[in-house]
């Protein structure tokens, strides 16, 4: 038994593979692209360290793709094949691999959370837990989680920036704007690298309509995280709604097209934010061309995925975005053949109502959108995030000549987030439809 830096105990041939494995957990909570090579020199330390083909396998079930279920399977069944003599710490963290695998990432949760219980100072287990909470739409259970490990951290302990940005997200996605905003400033100063805590903060400045503070966090500390993995884009596209808000779309086209896109990615996180980005711009009128078909190209083979409803959301506008009617339809019938709860109660009928949208059926869109709007949370991503959503039900309404719902819909958004242009323009244009 090896220990890392934070003196959490490693079954591993030897120290070097158990200082490479730290290396790689360093590289994952800082979104740095060097994660997969030090994953490759733990192998190469200890080609049968239990605990690093469990977190290959991690790696596979976080990239949301459906084609690499099967190597995170692999993975957990090398991790298997290697866990005599591991410690029950490391044997649980198999288990929740493969509770992952089975699409049972609620109960893997579970799992990581009885791991805090008794080694508080696992950050792997810490930021997996954040993960799952978070992509269940469970903002209280992100910030319990933190708060329960909280005394067995310190100021000088390796890692604590990192849990530092963990609890200011936690704390802006459960609404607590300033002690997040005091949280994600420390985390920043006591780890600059930390993408997570950056985004944290962004996140603030989004959700009280403060751009400007917001374009100048984002671009300030551009340094920090502009060679970080693929989480860049989405820092870039949080910037782009800054200026979208500030109405300069001339802005948001060009940092799309230079910047946000990226003809090689398909990691849904970037076709998340490139769908939701494109999505927005037709929001305010603005002619996105042809771009919406590339996105859709991406997409084509993956309509069977279903990993997360919040991601078939995003998938069923694109395909409908871009008139591929038969994928918008398997993706639906396969979503339904799927099952579980939140896929058929909620999942579903979201995706059914983008596509309505798409398609110029408001009246049904507004019926799904009308009956699942409470419960759209529960499908996991930031407030910022599941906003398109509220956004398509406000649009369809002003469509459909709803102008009474689209009116009551828009001074709610007003009354939660006051000092919005785009809100308030779009509001002062239905009350002049509805005086005309």
């Known amino acids: ?117 008794d080694h508080p100072r696992d950050l792997l287990a810490q930021r997996l837990a954040h993960h799952v909470h978070f992509y269940a739409g469970d903002a209280g259970e992100m910030r319990a989680s933190l708060e329960r490990t909280s005394n067995a951290w310190a100021e000088g302990d390796p890692g604590y920036g990192y849990i530092l940005g963990m609890r200011a997200f936690a704390l802006e996605e459960s609404g607590n704007y300033a002690a997040a905003e005091k949280t994600g400033r420390h985390a920043v100063e006591v780890n600059p690298d930390n993408p997570w805590a950056i985004h944290a903060v962004a996140h603030i400045m989004e959700m009280q309509d403060r751009s400007d503070d917001g374009i100048a966090w984002i671009k300030g500390l551009e340094p920090h995280w502009v060679n970080a993995n693929n989480f860049r884009y989405h820092l870039w596209w949080h910037r782009a709604l800054m200026h979208l808000d500030q109405g300069d779309s001339d802005q948001v086209l060009g940092m799309y097209d230079e910047i946000i896109w990226d003809d090689e990615s398909d990691e849904y996180l970037d076709l998340c934010n490139d769908v939701a980005l494109l999505a927005r711009l037709e929001f305010q009128g603005v002619d996105v061309g042809d771009r919406w078909r590339p996105v859709a190209d991406k997409i084509a083979e993956r309509t069977e995925d279903h990993i997360l409803s919040f991601i078939d959301a995003h998938f069923a506008m694109a395909l409908a975005a871009a008139g591929d009617g038969e994928k918008v339809d398997h993706l639906l019938t396969t979503l339904g053949d799927k099952g579980g709860a939140l896929r058929s109660d909620v999942g579903l009928p979201l995706c059914r109502a983008v596509v309505a949208h798409r398609r110029g059926d408001f ?71 509805q005086n005309s």
């Open 363 to 433: 009246a049904a869109a507004i019926s799904d959108l009308s009956r699942i709007r409470k419960d759209i949370i529960h499908v996991g991503g930031s407030h910022a995030q599941r906003d398109l959503f509220e956004q398509v039900l406000i649009d369809a309404t002003i469509k459909s000549g709803d102008l009474t719902q689209a009116r009551a819909l828009l001074e709610d958004r007003i009354a939660n987030s006051p000092n919005n242009p785009l809100s308030r323009q779009k509001l002062a244009a239905v009350v002049e439809a």
């Open 1 to 117: 038994m090896f220990e890392d830096r934070r003196g959490i105990s490693f079954t591993a041939s030897g120290g070097d593979a158990v200082k490479a494995f730290d290396q790689v957990v360093d590289a994952y909570l800082s979104s740095s692209p060097e994660a997969g090579p030090r994953l490759k020199a733990t192998f190469d330390a200890d080609p049968d360290m239990a605990m690093a083909h469990c977190l290959k396998g991690y790696f596979f079930l976080l990239m949301g793709s459906g084609v690499l279920i099967g190597r995170a399977r692999k993975a957990f069944e090398l991790a298997n094949k290697n866990a005599a003599g591991v410690s029950a710490r490391e044997q649980a963290h198999i288990r929740a691999l493969g509770l992952w695998c089975d699409d049972r990432p609620v109960a893997a949760g579970q799992v990581w959370e009885d791991i805090l219980h």
